[in-house]
């Protein structure tokens, strides 16, 4: 019997993880108690600076109590083809997880985990939604041997094949294979200054920093009252548009630039391996995570630019999974992203996606998007101004916001058809959508779980449906296509999904 | 040129491999499926769940302004906007549920639903997961069943055939589990050691 097949306890250390992996829940769980839709103010309003400290002191205290008992009771088991896991604070839990479920494994190393050669791994399954069974503060040598056995026992790997020992004070990569991809810094900068992030960063700011906002503009416009009863000028060296728009400006470089360092310590040293069948990704700064996903259990993958993307030439892969999350924020933290990519990298996605080929050109849907989407938003606007003529009155104003509401509509819903288009290329679709950014979704019709075919009046007057194929990770549209190709593309994915050799997931 | 297969002596009974092109147009259709028609108690059980809510509606605006403790004055004629949209939705019901249509074909289940926005939900076999029949106290009263079908895609892609009756269902459901079980009975034994117990 091996070490690994006793009952394991974990590492003192990993105290230190649940204190943080805790308090951090608390505080995103709790967040909205303290910041946002005035509650903030509220309560800086109502409690002092010592309350606020001893409501803190309450939440660390209740962390470090609740981790200190999770750790106590933690224990866990490898056995012959499972990992098992006893658990729980109140209530006492056992799981069992076999191998043959385990659809992706990670190793993660927290610097504060890294002189004491620990590591956090991870398993997650297709039935759960978020890791399944984590073990922080376990020995990096056990948990590459359970990676390994995990690995061996799917098949994906033999035994003998096991990796050597690394020798003391190597570099604590896991693989020797040169790097299948490896974006240097300036791509992985880029990339966080493309990606949708930069606007989630805003919204925590607008979010926790409003109030603080708020109090600063009355903070101003107090000492310009002021100022003005006294009789004094209030001398600006530049106008106030200009000041404003100075304002704003540092502000998106400072956010755009905070984007792109996120980036850099997220995937910090990025680099993606291949080894049998599984595809391995190693990155982070001060938390090095490695994430190992098997190839069979990849159901598709999404290349992404965003409108700064499209002008900086910067793209990201997402390989998806059964139910995976594909955020890259830190809520959807599983999600497999292959971060700065060039236009020259996309034959990345064929090397990932077996048997895919890149499609050349994708085929459009009817132009009568366009026109059924500008006529029901002109009726909708038309009625939106009817509505408020006859509660307000009309004027000429109102004619002039019609206007200007179909004026920008007209190149929003032409940019918005032009992005939508699929392309059929070995078995595998291509599903392109976006407006000024583009998503591409590529997954083998044998994944697809469902096709539906749907219809309104409109689209049956002119001989169109729209089709959804509903696969393991989510649901994959294309509206406006005419009949006849949408039913063959039906079919054609019912038949290889029916013929498919690997069936539920 | 020989392909190899000449010079290998084939066992009695071994199928000779072979991978011809199959043209789109061969594929089975599924618009070529004859469907078969739900009960005929299901329009009526529609027509009633929908006319439920409305009217429920109605009488609220029939009788808010009528309370004794309620200072509150309607338009006369609104109390027409539910008594009009309650006659749409039941009509709308009542023609849905003499519409839908439902078909088995040897791998895949085929639901047709909608009046005004019509959705056809094709399901393959080896892609359900499990399968469960269930039924409401109104669907009792008319004889009615649900046949679930659970895939891995979530929430949004399991199908749900309403409108059975209850004979119909029961068959359906063995039928699909029997499926199933042809299909993948290894995995679903296999499916069955994971455990999550209280300790």
Known sequence: MSESDDWQRLSPLALVFLIVSGLQRQVRENLFLFAGAGAGAAFTDWLGLRELALIALVFVLFSVLGAMLYHRRFRFRMEADAVRVRRGLVEHKELRVRFARVQNIQLGQPFYFRPFNLVRFSLQTPGASDKEVELPGIDRSLAETMRDRISAARGELEETEARPEPEEGADPEPLEQPAVFAPSSGRLFLHGLS??????????????????????????????????????????????????????????????????????????????????????????????????????????????????????????????????????????????????????????????????????????????????????????????????????????????????????????????????????????????????GQRIDGFDLEQVQQARVTSSPYLRRHDLVGLELVLPQGVIGLPFLPSRPAAELANRALATAEQARFHRV | ???????????????????????LAELPDYQAAKLDLVSLRFAPYAALTAGLLWLGLAAAVFIAPRLPFADVTLPPGLVLVPLVALIWFVAVAWIDGRRRGWALREHDLIYRSGLIWQRTAILPFARIQHVETASGPLERLFGLMRVKCFTAGGMGADLSVEGLDRASARKVRQHLLEQIRDEDGMDDAARGEDEEAGG
Not at chain 1, 305 to 324: F, I, K, P
């Open chain 2, 1 to 23: 040129m020989d392909n190899g297969s000449a010079n290998t002596p084939r066992r009695p009974g071994q199928a000779v491999f072979s991978n011809r092109q199959v043209p």
């Open chain 1, 195 to 436: 990606s949708n992030q930069v606007w989630v960063i805003a919204g925590l700011f607008f979010y926790v920093g409003g109030n603080l906002l708020e109090r600063f503009g009355e903070r101003v416009e107090q000492v310009a009252e002021r100022a003005l009863e006294n009789g004094q000028a209030i001398d600006l060296p530049v106008s106030a548009w200009a000041l404003g728009a100075g304002a704003l400006l540092v502000f998106l470089l400072i956010l755009f630039v905070l984007s792109g360092l996120l980036a850099l310590v997220r995937f910090w040293r990025f680099r993606l391996r291949e080894r049998g069948d599984r595809v391995i990704a190693l990155a982070g700064l001060f938390d090095r995570r490695e994430q190992t996903l098997r190839r069979a259990k990849v159901t598709g993958l999404q290349l992404r630019q965003s409108a700064v993307g499209r002008v900086l030439g910067c793209w990201s892969l997402v390989l998806r999974q059964t139910r995976s999350s594909d955020h890259e924020t830190p809520a959807g933290g599983n999600a497999f992203v292959v971060p700065g990519l060039r236009q020259d990298d996309l034959a990345l996605a064929e090397a990932l996606l077996p048997g895919a080929v890149f499609p050349g050109r994708f085929q459009r849907i009817s132009p009568r998007y366009r026109r059924f989407a500008f006529s029901r938003l002109l009726l909708g606007l038309l009625l939106a101004l009817v509505l408020a003529g006859l509660l307000f009155g009309f004027d000429h104003w109102s004619l002039l916001a019609l206007s200007v509401g179909a004026l920008v509509a007209l190149p929003v819903l032409h940019l918005r058809f032009r992005q939508w288009g699929w392309a059929l290329e070995e078995g595998v679709l291509w599903v392109r959508r976006g407006l000024l």
